[in-house]
């Protein structure tokens, strides 16, 4: 039993699909340090040797004790979050296989893995357990922010110990009225003599009972919205006391191992972490980055369902013949797989840009700064998409594999009806899939603005082979482009949407109301054809792999075409029942 190597597609990636030369050198600095691989093929050997052993213990152990900590969940004794022992046994596991963070820098106690292969390694603990998922992420999640904003002497406190697993920590933004809202938030940070004393509330901090919290705060008065907001560093005890409330952990019925705490700070001691007033452009460094997770979250998941379904549709037999061989069971079970493949491909495609970025980022030559903006540029595009795609379309996988076990889907010890529970948080957190549709919309419209005849050429281009299959493609991206010109220009008019768009939409909030109403269709329709540019990228030198690709695009280009019609319709029943 092993994540990694019985996962064909994953496998398929990794020999065939990756483009490790575009990255793996620049994260290497030219293989120069003697710690490290010596070349792209020493690397690769490491990955997936690394990824092996990974793949091995998920699922003999991680994934074994998965019922268990979703049965227990997390207690509240003595006024102390108590997480589930086999959670706790789970994260042990890790760290005795040194596995906690990966993609830190091996200086600072990581392996300075690439995110490609940090999104594989986290796609096989989440197949196995979720909870365990997401408590081994608020390692190398805060351990990087402090690395990436950090002095040497936050680092050198911070980032070594959560990189090795003897301390674990949070990212405190949500608020009781600022969810989606951010700008609303009210927790404010003030300095005396160099020191910070935090005030207010968080909510819903995923592992808010950890040894660290970073928090967003404002510590500029009289700033707001995101203006004014920075980043601090928490510690939870002070002086052996504690520095903040840990309250309850909420009761959910979906992630039940992972601790989901509200905070309260009462003059909590802090340091600033990076510039003043720069917080919310540095915690969106890290909610992008997160948003890529949630999909790989989301992969795991799917994996696991899948795996499920098909194992228990060749096993159960009815009307004389197992599940698997009635026509509609064997075509979910197929379109599940293709959907699961599409998601890989686009999360795996994001990663690699994130790589090639991080990498020329490091190496800052002149040349390499002009390749920088068309890469940002395309992993800002896909990252709302990978995030919506990836939770949307895991709910609709998991609750398929619900589907296929019939009667005994329901029933726990199968495991599949966990996996639907813990799909449901994918589309909430880390900006709910609405949230994901708008930052796309904004993001669009802003490119096509910046040159305004692209709205005419179309703002959404795909990389497509010259073959049917490409032009299949070539029509996603095409039945986009119409669907969004239509919303800005016939619908909207283009000095409104152009105004509202870029910071006035509150001024033109009615004239922006029908673009804000079709942005889930359009959001969508980018998705799957972003989606399906990456699979059809995926598939040399595999005919089963292009065979899943052909059915995914001649079954995702009639969605496309549909949510296009509705947008294009122009239909305003909804914003009629708005009008005051
Ligand atoms: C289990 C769990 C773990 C979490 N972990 C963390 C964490 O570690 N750190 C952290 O900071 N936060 C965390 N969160 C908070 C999470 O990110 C928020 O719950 C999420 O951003 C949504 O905010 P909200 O719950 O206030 O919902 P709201 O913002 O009130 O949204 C409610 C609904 O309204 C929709 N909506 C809101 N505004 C708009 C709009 N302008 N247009 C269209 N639709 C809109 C939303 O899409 C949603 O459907 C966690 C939440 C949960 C449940």
């Given at each position: 039993m092993n994540f990694f190597t019985d996962n064909e597609d994953l496998?398929?990636?990794?020999?065939?699909?990756?483009?490790?030369?575009?990255f793996v050198p620049l994260w290497e600095d030219g293989f120069a340090n003697p710690d490290g691989p010596k070349d792209v093929a020493e690397a690769r050997e490491l990955y997936e040797a690394s990824l092996g052993a990974l793949g091995e213990f998920a699922a003999k152990e991680i994934a074994g004790r998965a019922l268990l900590i979703d049965e227990?969940?997390?207690a509240f004794r003595d006024g102390q979050v108590v997480h589930p022992e086999a959670l706790l046994q789970n994260i042990e596991g890790l760290r005795r296989l040194g596995a906690m963070a990966l993609c830190?820098?091996?200086?600072?106690?990581?392996?300075?893995?690439?995110?490609?292969?940090?999104?594989?390694?986290?796609?096989?603990i989440a197949r196995a357990c979720n909870n365990t998922m997401l408590l081994h992420a608020f390692h190398q999640g805060p351990a990087l922010m402090v690395m990436r904003f950090g002095t040497p002497e936050q680092i050198a406190r911070w980032v070594r110990p959560l990189a090795e697993g003897r301390i674990s920590g949070a990212v405190a933004m949500t608020e009781p009225d600022a969810g989606s809202d951010v700008g609303n938030l009210r927790t404010t940070a003030v300095s005396e003599d160099g020191r910070w004393r935090i005030n207010g509330r968080k909510q819903f901090i995923t592992n808010g009972c950890g040894d660290m919290?970073?928090?967003?705060?404002?510590?500029?008065?009289?700033?707001?919205?995101?203006?004014?907001?920075?980043?601090?560093?928490?510690?939870?005890?002070?002086?052996?006391?504690?520095?903040?409330?840990?309250?309850?952990?909420?009761?959910?019925?979906?992630?039940?191992?992972?601790?989901?705490?509200?905070?309260?700070?009462d003059d909590s001691r802090a340091e600033l972490l990076g510039p003043r007033g720069a917080g919310f452009a540095e915690i969106l460094t890290f909610m992008n980055e997160s948003r890529v997770a949630v999909a790989v979250q989301g992969l795991g998941l799917s994996q696991a369902a899948f795996h499920?379904?098909?194992?228990?549709?060749?096993?159960r037999v009815q009307m004389g013949r197992p599940i698997a061989r009635h026509e509609l069971v064997a075509d979910i079970l197929l379109d599940m797989e293709a959907e699961l493949q599409a998601m890989r491909a686009l999360v795996l495609r994001c990663a690699q840009l994130h790589d090639r970025i991080i990498g020329l980022t490091r190496r800052r030559s002149a040349g390499e700064a002009r390749e920088l903006e068309p890469l940002k540029r395309a992993l800002r595009d896909r990252t709302p998409l990978v995030k919506w795609f990836g939770a949307e379309r895991t709910l609709w996988i998991t609750r398929a594999a619900v589907q296929v076990h019939g009667g005994y889907g329901v029933v726990q010890e199968y495991q599949v009806e966990r996996h639907y529970r813990d799909a449901l948080i994918l589309p909430i957190y880390e900006g709910t899939s609405q949230m994901q549709a708008l930052m796309s919309l904004k993001d669009q419209v802003k490119w096509?603005?910046?040159?305004?005849?692209?709205?005419?050429?179309?703002?959404?281009?795909?990389?497509?082979?010259?073959?049917?299959?490409?032009?299949?493609l070539r029509e996603m991206a095409a039945e986009y482009n119409r669907a969004l010109r239509s919303v800005i220009v016939e619908s909207v008019g283009l000095s409104g949407v152009l105004a509202a768009l870029v910071g006035k939409a509150e001024a033109d909030r009615?004239?922006?109301?029908?673009?804000?109403?079709?942005?889930e269709r359009l959001c969508a329709m980018l998705a799957y054809t972003r989606a399906a540019e990456a699979l059809l990228g995926s598939v040399a030198g595999s005919s089963q792999r292009r065979r899943l690709a052909e059915r995914f695009i001649h079954r995702s280009l009639p969605l496309v075409r549909m949510h296009g019609e509705i947008v294009r319709s122009g239909d305003l029943d909804t914003l009629e029942g708005l009008r005051p």
């Open positions: 496998q398929h990636h990794f020999k065939h699909a990756i483009a490790w030369e575009s227990q969940g997390v830190v820098p091996r200086e600072h106690g990581g392996y300075n893995f690439p995110m490609t292969v940090g999104a594989a390694a986290t796609e096989l919290c970073v928090v967003l705060a404002r510590t500029e008065q009289g700033a707001s919205g995101l203006d004014g907001l920075s980043l601090l560093i928490a510690p939870r005890l002070e002086n052996g006391r504690e520095n903040y409330k840990v309250a309850k952990p909420e009761k959910k019925f979906t992630i039940r191992g992972s601790a989901t705490c509200e905070l309260a700070f499920a379904a098909r194992e228990y549709a060749e096993r096509a603005f910046a040159r305004p005849w692209r709205l005419f050429t179309g703002p959404a281009r795909v990389e497509a082979t010259q073959d049917t299959l490409g032009d299949a009615e004239r922006l109301a029908y673009a804000l109403l079709s942005a």
